[in-house]
């Protein structure tokens, strides 16, 4: 008889047949740095997860580094915002402040990624600049990304992660960077990016001022087709890697896109994700444990060659333990 049972009856079986395994160069981790504090801010909605102060930040980069991440993606959270977010091309904003401290703190030991998006330095919390009608206007919104993507560069950023979803947003940073003589640069297009219940703590983190909702440039969820044309959009554009996000309620997208890219397929397990999990072991109803590593490991089963969680210190510990 046929009995697949035979590779599941030891722990050191089970080990030995495994399809899948985490490394901590696979995980990379979110970090939130605002402006203006002396010491790190828990945000309410996500437990253990904490707005950065300068200070916060270096100490989690160092521990980062030593863990063996892949790398951080940095967010800045600034004091005052505007219609255009002028706060994102700043040398001195805060987010690019936190890149050149992040970079001068890892060293070589990991990748410094910045959030290449408006949201959390415009005043109405969209994604790019709006048009008079209020609508988020595409093309004046790609020449704001080309800006930000020159002063991310010029502060060491590593790799700029594309997050807004305006079209041809790949593009458009692509040859302003070849035209500044920043070719070397990698870029990760946030290409199947949905419009997404999921990212309701995130906004809380970087004190979103939101009005209305990212329908109109965001990927609607019920769409799978779009996601892998989306994933294509940006292959095309020459993205060096491309992003799916959320991760969990989204891995038949992600596994389209591993099955037919031809540069790394990342996913991102939002900030609703985390905190559902949070929030369900700390009434006891899962091992919390048990539920964090086996949704990253779902994720990496689906194709996500590295996946962005606010678990990624803390899985890492595990698995050097």
Not at 42 to 56: E, K, N, T, Y
Not at 145 to 168: C, H, K, N
Not at 199 to 226: C, H, I, K, M, W
Not at 275 to 297: F, K, L, Q, T, Y
Request: charged letters at 25%; proline letters at 5%.
């Amino acid at each position: 008889m046929i009995r697949p049972r035979r590779l599941r009856a030891t722990p050191a079986m089970r080990r030995l047949v495994r399809e899948t395994r985490l490394h901590p160069a696979e995980l990379i981790l979110p970090i939130f740095v605002r402006e203006g504090i002396q010491e790190p801010l828990p945000i309410a909605s996500m437990p253990g997860v904490v707005q950065h102060s300068l200070d916060s930040m270096r100490r989690a980069i160092a521990e980062a580094a030593e863990l063996g991440l892949g790398g951080v993606m940095l967010f800045g959270v600034p004091e005052i915002k505007d219609a255009i977010g002028s706060g994102a091309t700043d040398a001195n904003g805060i987010l690019n402040v936190a890149t050149r401290a992040a970079v001068a703190e890892a060293g070589d030991a990991l990748v410094v990624q910045t959030d290449l998006c408006l949201d959390e330095f415009t005043d109405h919390g969209h994604c790019g600049v709006l048009d008079a009608a209020g609508r988020v206007d595409n093309d004046a919104s790609l020449v704001r990304y080309r800006d930000m993507a020159l002063a991310q560069v010029a502060a060491g950023s590593q790799l700029l992660g594309l997050s807004g979803m305006m079209d041809g947003q790949v593009a458009a940073v692509r040859d302003a960077l070849d035209a500044a003589a920043h070719p070397e640069t990698p870029l990760l297009g946030y290409a199947a990016k949905y419009a997404s219940a999921f990212y309701g703590p995130f906004r809380d983190a970087v004190q979103s001022s939101l009005e209305g909702d990212r329908r109109t440039y965001q990927v609607d969820p019920a769409n799978r087709r779009e996601g892998a044309r989306e994933v294509w959009l940006d292959v095309e554009e020459g993205a060096d890697i491309v992003m799916v996000k959320p991760a969990m309620s989204y891995l038949d997208v992600l596994a389209d896109a591993a099955a037919d890219s031809p540069v790394p397929v990342w996913a991102y397990q939002v900030s609703g994700e985390y905190s559902m999990i949070e929030a369900a072991a700390a009434n006891g109803w899962i091992d919390r444990r048990r539920a964090i590593e086996e949704s990253v490991v779902s994720i990496r089963r689906a194709g996500a060659d590295a996946v962005l969680t606010y678990f990624a210190a803390e899985v890492a510990r595990w698995i050097r333990s």
